[in-house]
């Protein structure tokens, strides 16, 4: 498997002067989704949890419902110039057939919100999750919820050696850490996580917390709502449409997560303060 981590050479400047030493850097490399054979999609991300990845990914995107659903996932040779496995291409073999507009061949790279905008993305994604959110429940502590970051950065170790990942938790309504990823991509990240859900048999998720490191896009909420998980929790800003989102899922969510204070955006009836 490929390193996690890279060693660069990097000129360090200071007001005590220069030094050129070595740094220690997050991979980054493209990963091949593969259908029976057939190339689905190319997306950058940290090697590590590729498995969880897949799961996650092919889920969010509604193309499977459950892990049974996917009969195996194995590596493919793709090799480096010296002849090494890349173990950047997976394949997918699926249980049964999937409807062949579900699997087409899809641009992630370029366009990773799915060429959806406004109303239509909110629909789109009401129509397509198979788990709606509960109307109440679980409500969550502000104490539970001030808790959530140091957790989630206490299992980030990829981010103590190189300081460039982003980090996704799931969490209990009690506060209870269940499960860290770790990925150059916020969104793959969550996919890591939603994937290792999806195995452990925990989707759709009506009892868990979800919580970033980063900001609350309209993907990552779109990613929490197909999982029917409550509550979404962010250490920065949500965007607009985020926000909108929410609202019309019903699903918390909650940015600027930081200490003990916090805004709450969507969803208020969960929190306990």
Not at 56 to 66: K, N
Not at 85 to 103: C, G, H, I, K, W
Request: charged letters at 20%.
């Amino acid at each position: 498997m490929s390193r996690v981590t890279a060693r660069r050479r990097t000129l360090r400047i200071s007001p005590t002067g220069t030094v050129d030493r070595p740094d220690t850097l997050a991979v980054e490399e493209p990963l091949e989704i593969r259908t029976g054979g057939q190339a689905l999609t190319v997306t950058m991300r940290t090697p590590g949890a590729d498995i969880d990845l897949i799961h996650g990914f092919l889920f969010s995107e509604g193309i499977i419902e459950s892990a049974r659903d996917i009969r195996t996932a194995r590596y493919c040779a793709g090799t480096d110039e010296n002849g090494r496995n890349t173990y950047n291409v997976l394949d997918v073999q699926f249980s049964n057939p999937r409807p062949a507009a579900a699997v087409k061949p899809r641009n992630f790279l370029t366009n990773s919100a799915c060429g959806l905008c406004g109303k239509t993305a909110l629909d789109e994604v009401r129509t397509r999750t198979r788990f709606p959110l509960p109307e109440h429940g679980p409500l969550v502590d502000t104490a539970t919820l001030a808790s959530l970051p140091t957790q989630l950065r206490s299992g980030q170790a990829l981010f103590d050696a190189t300081g460039g990942l982003h980090g996704a938790a799931l969490f209990t309504a009690d506060g209870t850490l269940l499960a860290v990823r770790e990925d150059i991509g916020r969104h793959n990240a969550v996919d890591k996580l939603i994937g290792w859900a999806l195995r452990e048999s925990r989707i759709p998720a009506h009892d868990l917390l979800l919580m970033v490191s980063g900001r609350a896009s309209f993907e990552l909420v779109q990613k929490a709502v197909m999982a029917g998980i409550p509550l979404l929790g962010a250490v920065s800003a949500p965007s607009s449409l985020a926000v909108d989102l929410a609202a019309e899922a019903g699903l918390t969510l909650v940015g600027f997560l930081r200490g003990e204070s916090m805004n709450v955006y969507a969803g208020a009836q969960r929190v306990r303060h």
